[in-house]
């Protein structure tokens, strides 16, 4: 049997078939329609924000929250992410300076932002990585000082809070992904969150989500068409309703892979964070192959061989990335690149047998005898 190093979580076929029924009986596919508006109400329920949008992905919702906040210059974010992030900088015209990461959690290092800061710089752009939280004290201490933004990537930590917090409430915004592969997803989409007290914003997010459309007669911003549908609205009501007990089926998954691999010589794994609910997104393992006498890539065949299928993730880092690899130096975030050569996702998801769990790790275990 092949595992795969994730698979997306799906309701009932006839919930699903009972949630879009009104679409076909209304013929209203699209453009904020009556599911997407049910669906954001109940999303700013869950996840505890006073402002919620809504688009088509977790891509253009990053980019058109850039656009929406009015950056410039220079960006602080990670190369220690999807490549998405990157070019969502990159496409608002904006320059990205890459910050290393912490080694415990692999998040922003907050004490190597400052000396980054030009008379450039008009925002940072941190990653929660693996549903692991930045530091978001130290990196709003630093913003407030610095006269920055801060926009979160949390694409991997939807329904994760910090001391009594979602996630979202941190920083000017904060950017979910849907993607199928995530937690929680709509098949694809996205969502911009923020707090109400930003003018304005919550009026350009839906212009430029919608071509620029300010009214009938009104195209006052070059925009995009980013908006969600009805049927990814649709998927997104059905999955909410089940989400928490999806993420304690994952945190059984999670709990087994530590049973077998904490306290390895040469595996790292990350430990569980202070004061955060998590949401046990991803299964990041690092190996050291100084103590191992064998490398990740040697582990990522073997298993492949046995037909399970694990993921490099975060590999390469994106300032590696053909289209950057010439403008950045990857030598100038260690940590990064050392992280990079060395992490494997093991499989994760809901439904993983932990039959499975025990025989994956079986496998790395014999490996390193």
């Given at each position: 049997?092949?595992?795969?190093?994730?698979?997306?979580?799906?309701?009932?076929?006839?919930?699903?078939?009972?949630?879009?029924?009104?679409?076909?009986?209304?013929?209203?596919?699209?453009?904020?329609?009556?599911?997407?508006?049910?669906?954001?109400?109940?999303?700013?329920?869950?996840?505890?924000?006073?402002?919620?949008?809504?688009?088509?992905?977790?891509?253009?919702?990053?980019?058109?929250?850039?656009?929406?906040?009015?950056?410039?210059?220079?960006?602080?974010?990670?190369?220690?992410?999807?490549?998405?992030?990157?070019?969502?900088?990159?496409r608002n015209g904006l320059k990205p300076v890459f910050c290393d990461i912490k080694?415990?959690?692999?998040?922003?290092?907050?004490?190597?932002?400052?000396?980054?800061?030009?008379?450039?710089?008009?925002?940072?752009?941190?990653?929660?990585?693996?549903?692991?939280?930045?530091?978001?004290?130290?990196?709003?201490?630093?913003?407030?000082?610095?006269?920055?933004?801060?926009?979160?990537?949390?694409?991997?930590?939807?329904?994760?809070?910090?001391?009594?917090?979602?996630?979202?409430?941190?920083?000017?915004?904060?950017?979910?992904?849907?993607?199928?592969?995530?937690?929680?997803?709509?098949?694809?989409?996205?969502?911009?969150?923020?707090?109400?007290?930003?003018?304005?914003?919550?009026?350009?997010?839906?212009?430029?989500?919608?071509?620029?459309?300010?009214?009938?007669?009104?195209?006052?911003?070059?925009?995009?068409?980013?908006?969600?549908?009805?049927?990814?609205?649709?998927?997104?009501?059905?999955?909410?309703?089940?989400?928490?007990?999806?993420?304690?089926?994952?945190?059984?998954?999670?709990?087994?892979?530590?049973?077998?691999?904490?306290?390895?010589?040469?595996?790292?794994?990350?430990?569980?964070?202070?004061?955060?609910?998590?949401?046990?997104?991803?299964?990041?393992?690092?190996?050291?192959?100084?103590?191992?006498?064998?490398?990740?890539?040697?582990?990522?065949?073997?298993?492949?061989?046995?037909?399970?299928?694990?993921?490099?993730?975060?590999?390469?880092?994106?300032?590696?990335?053909?289209?950057?690899?010439?403008?950045?130096?990857?030598?100038?975030?260690?940590?990064?690149?050392?992280?990079?050569?060395?992490?494997?996702?093991?499989?994760?998801?809901?439904?993983?047998?932990?039959?499975?769990?025990?025989?994956?790790?079986?496998?790395?275990?014999?490996?390193?005898?």
């Open positions: 049997m092949i595992i795969l190093v994730t698979r997306s979580s799906m309701p009932e076929l006839d919930e699903f078939v009972e949630e879009i029924k009104p679409i076909f009986e209304s013929h209203w596919l699209t453009n904020m329609g009556p599911v997407y508006k049910r669906f954001q109400y109940q999303l700013k329920d869950y996840l505890s924000v006073p402002q919620l949008s809504l688009f088509v992905n977790g891509h253009m919702a990053l980019e058109i929250a850039i656009q929406a906040l009015k950056l410039t210059g220079e960006v602080i974010t990670t190369p220690y992410t999807f490549v998405s992030t990157t070019h969502a900088i990159v080694p415990d959690d692999y998040t922003m290092d907050p004490e190597k932002i400052e000396e980054l800061i030009t008379e450039k710089t008009s925002a940072i752009i941190p990653v929660h990585v693996y549903g692991n939280i930045c530091d978001v004290e130290s990196i709003e201490r630093i913003a407030r000082k610095h006269h920055l933004k801060v926009i979160y990537d949390a694409a991997h930590t939807f329904g994760v809070t910090y001391k009594g917090r979602g996630v979202a409430t941190f920083g000017d915004a904060s950017m979910f992904s849907f993607h199928a592969t995530k937690v929680f997803h709509t098949i694809e989409g996205g969502a911009v969150c923020f707090n109400g007290e930003q003018n304005g914003l919550k009026e350009d997010l839906y212009g430029l989500k919608n071509f620029g459309i300010r009214n009938e007669v009104v195209v006052d911003a070059v925009g995009a068409n980013s908006k969600m549908n009805e049927f990814q609205a649709a998927m997104g009501l059905c999955n909410l309703r089940h989400l928490d007990g999806e993420i304690e089926k994952r945190s059984r998954v999670v709990a087994r892979y530590r049973e077998h691999l904490n306290g390895v010589p040469g595996i790292k794994l990350v430990q569980p964070q202070k004061d955060v609910k998590p949401n046990y997104a991803y299964f990041p393992v690092v190996f050291d192959e100084t103590v191992l006498g064998y490398g990740r890539d040697d582990m990522y065949e073997m298993l492949k061989q046995h037909d399970i299928f694990t993921r490099k993730y975060f590999y390469p880092l994106t300032s590696e990335f053909q289209c950057y690899s010439d403008k950045y130096d990857a030598k100038d975030t260690p940590v990064a690149l050392e992280t990079s050569k060395r992490v494997l996702t093991l499989p994760l998801y809901a439904d993983l047998d932990l039959s499975d769990v025990d025989r994956i790790c079986e496998l790395i275990l014999g490996y390193r005898e």
